[in-house]
């Protein structure tokens, strides 16, 4: 059978794709479509990883609602992996680190780096 993931972001993101809504509505508003995967996103300008208590929410409500967090996309803005700063680097390095930490505290098992 074919599943189908939707990106949670697109309930929650205004238009610079910073995630401002709730990501628990979010997953609810997808249950409700029938969507029973999905792709986290960990980018926009104010995205920090959540503390233990958030995860904890987040992954109850992805049981709640039958969702398998499938991929999460890793911070794009700010990212420069290839940057000739040494600071540049290590920061872009942590960023996306902290956001593969994130996915697997929530059983994402693909993260997307770009």
């Not at 503390?51 to 990212?79: C, Q, S, Y």
């Not at 942590?94 to 059983?107: H, K, Q, V, W, Y």
Request: glycine content about 8%; charged content about 20%; aromatic content about 6%.
């Amino acid at each position: 059978m074919t599943t189908y993931s939707l990106a949670s972001v697109l309930f929650v993101a205004n238009t610079q794709n910073d995630p401002i809504g709730d990501p628990v509505a979010a997953l609810e508003a997808m249950a409700g479509l029938g969507f029973r995967a999905t792709e986290l996103l960990a980018d926009g300008e104010r995205w920090v990883p959540p503390g233990p208590g958030e995860v904890t929410k987040l992954k109850n409500a992805l049981e709640r609602f039958d969702i398998d967090p499938a991929t999460i996309h890793t911070p794009m803005k700010g990212i420069d992996l290839a940057s000739p700063d040494a600071a540049i680097r290590a920061d872009s390095i942590e960023r996306i680190a902290n956001a593969m930490s994130f996915g697997a505290d929530l059983g994402v098992r693909t993260a997307i780096v770009n």
